[in-house]
């Protein structure tokens, strides 16, 4: 194949590669932004929160732009997000081609990495991405670009400051830290706004018999039990199937639907011009199309499903809505239009919701983020939950507030999760076009930090005193011209 290199070069050579495009490219540019000091401190540039995918997308872009970027994460080094925690598939449910946080540097995609260390060949030979090998990807991004994360770094407190500073308040390994930053970018996942979503009837059961798919849950506990799945979404076959190859006598999965959606409408409008101008549209398109979304629902991946098919103890039992749940002893009798079922455990695959509540750390912001269901004095077109709770936010990620003025520094604040998705398009969360997500957020804060700073910017174009001529490149002519 030509201009293709077939053999695995191993991730030294990959690594010089990349390091050689970014020199082709000036990148990273050089460090501009106005420094800002408080009571002796260096302020930030940029603070990230979350250091998962869309974390590292925002800090590597931020600083291929010449911004400083640190990031903070709670979790351990190299179990940042979902994919080596709580998520339970055996592949990504996204086809293996997506350029994800590559930024446009083909070096730094996951093609290449892969290629880099076991060929071409396998590469064409593999179907989906394994589901660790990527966190094992994501670990290489980080240490590619050199990105400056911390992790065991748990933000407890964000508060935004009338100088337009913005307080963090971060317990770590060696104690509470206080980090002043000039902004801040919520990069905090799926969930990043609010927690797991479960139904009201969730409070009914006692805890010990029932978790979230998105919990952290040693699913050998379940061998030998009945096990009900709610929901029917990639999660719901993910849990299912994990539980069935853990031991499960049982799993019964509890659909609200007859049927299960099966055209994943989301992918097929997936396209350049949705990426780019879903942020532009009126917002009673992007109001159509979330909704539209929303009611269609994402299909779980065909390889997930029949994971959990195989199993002869697999149960999809469909138009069962949870009407209520009984407990006797150890068993659950969980009562839906079909029938009861007889259960010891029960998993809510149920999604998750903005709850700003559910977040200690957004105690100081929550009240003031303006949100969609406020935008929209009157929501005349049908609505989720998720969508009235969605924040409204500005071209650069940015929150606004509910009454100007009674927040100072909220702008300050960008929210670059999943929550932007009714606001910005889906580019701030799966792997798709979070490159393009990526680049809009930096852009925005460069040319806010521009703006904010333009005083000094042009008091440092008046110093400016590099000559480019020295004065003895030419002589002046001696009475060429004529008199008239
Ligand atoms: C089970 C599952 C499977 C998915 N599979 C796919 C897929 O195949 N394809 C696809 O395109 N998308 C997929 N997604 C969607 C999306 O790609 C993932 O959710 C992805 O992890 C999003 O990256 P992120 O950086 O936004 O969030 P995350 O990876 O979740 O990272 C957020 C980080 O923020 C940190 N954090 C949160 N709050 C704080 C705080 N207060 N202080 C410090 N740190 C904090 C967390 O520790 C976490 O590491 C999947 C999602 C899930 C849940």
Redesign the pocket.
């Known amino acids: 194949m030509t201009g293709t290199t077939t053999e695995a070069v191993g991730l030294t050579q990959l690594q010089a590669r990349l390091e050689q495009d970014l020199a082709w490219l000036e990148l990273p540019a050089k460090r501009w932004v106005v420094a800002r000091e408080i009571e002796g401190v260096t302020v930030l540039e940029v603070a990230v ?9 925002a800090a590597a872009s931020l600083t291929l732009t010449g911004i400083q970027a640190v990031i ?4 351990p080094v190299g ?5 080596v925690t ?4 055996q ?4 086809p293996k081609q ?1 350029t ?1 946080p590559a930024l446009g540097l083909p070096a730094l995609t996951f093609r290449a990495w892969f290629e880099a260390q076991f060929g071409l060949q396998a590469w064409i030979e593999l179907d989906k ?1 394994p ?1 660790t090998q ?1 966190m094992d990807y994501l670990r290489w991004y980080r240490q590619a670009l050199k990105l400056e994360l911390r992790n065991d ?4 407190n964000i508060e935004p400051r009338t100088d337009g500073l913005v307080r963090l308040e ?1 317990d770590t390994p060696s104690g509470k830290q206080t980090i002043y930053a000039r902004r801040v970018v ?7 706004l609010g927690g797991a979503y479960v139904p009201e009837i969730a409070t009914t059961i006692p805890h010990e018999a029932w978790a979230h ?2 919990d952290f849950l040693d699913y050998a506990t379940l061998a030998g039990k009945r096990v009900g799945v709610v929901g029917a979404g ?2 719901a076959m ?1 849990s299912a199937a994990t539980a069935l190859e853990a031991g499960a006598k049982s799993v019964d999965l509890l659909i609200r639907r007859t049927d299960l959606p099966r055209i994943n409408k989301g992918k097929g409008a997936g396209n350049a011009g949705m990426v780019i101008g879903f942020v532009d549209l009126p917002e009673h398109w992007k109001w159509r199309i979330r909704h539209y979304l929303g009611v269609e629902q994402v299909p779980a991946p065909r390889g997930s499903t029949l994971r959990v098919s195989k199993h002869p103890n697999a149960y999809f039992n469909f138009g069962c809505s949870l009407e209520s749940v009984s407990v006797n002893g150890n068993v659950l009798s969980v009562n839906t239009p079909q029938g009861t079922f007889e259960l010891d455990f029960l998993i809510f695959s149920t999604g998750f919701k903005i709850d700003w509540w559910a ?1 200690p ?1 957004y105690a100081n912001i929550a009240p003031h983020v303006l949100n969609w269901k406020q935008r929209l004095a009157e929501v005349n077109e049908p609505a989720s939950q998720e969508m009235l709770d969605s924040p409204d936010l500005g071209s650069a990620f940015e929150f606004k507030e509910v009454r100007p003025g009674a927040c100072p520094g909220l702008s300050s604040i960008h929210c ?3 929550p932007a998705a009714l606001s910005h398009g889906t580019v ?5 076009a ?1 490159s393009e997500g990526a680049k809009r957020l930096s852009a925005g804060i460069a040319s806010l930090f521009y703006r904010e700073d333009i005083a000094e910017h042009f008091h440092r174009m008046e110093l400016y005193d590099d000559a480019e001529l020295l004065g003895d490149e030419w002589t002046p002519a001696i009475r060429r011209a004529t008199h008239r």
């Open positions: 929160i979350g250091g998962g995918m869309a974390g590292m997308a903070f994460d709670r979790a179990q940042e997000g979902p994919w709580t998520a339970r598939m592949t990504l449910r996204s997506l994800g991405i589901r990527w770094h748990h933000v407890t971060v919520l990069a905090t996942g799926r969930d990043g798919s998105s990639a999660s993910d977040r750390e670059f999760c999943y701030s969360g799966d792997i798709p979070i």
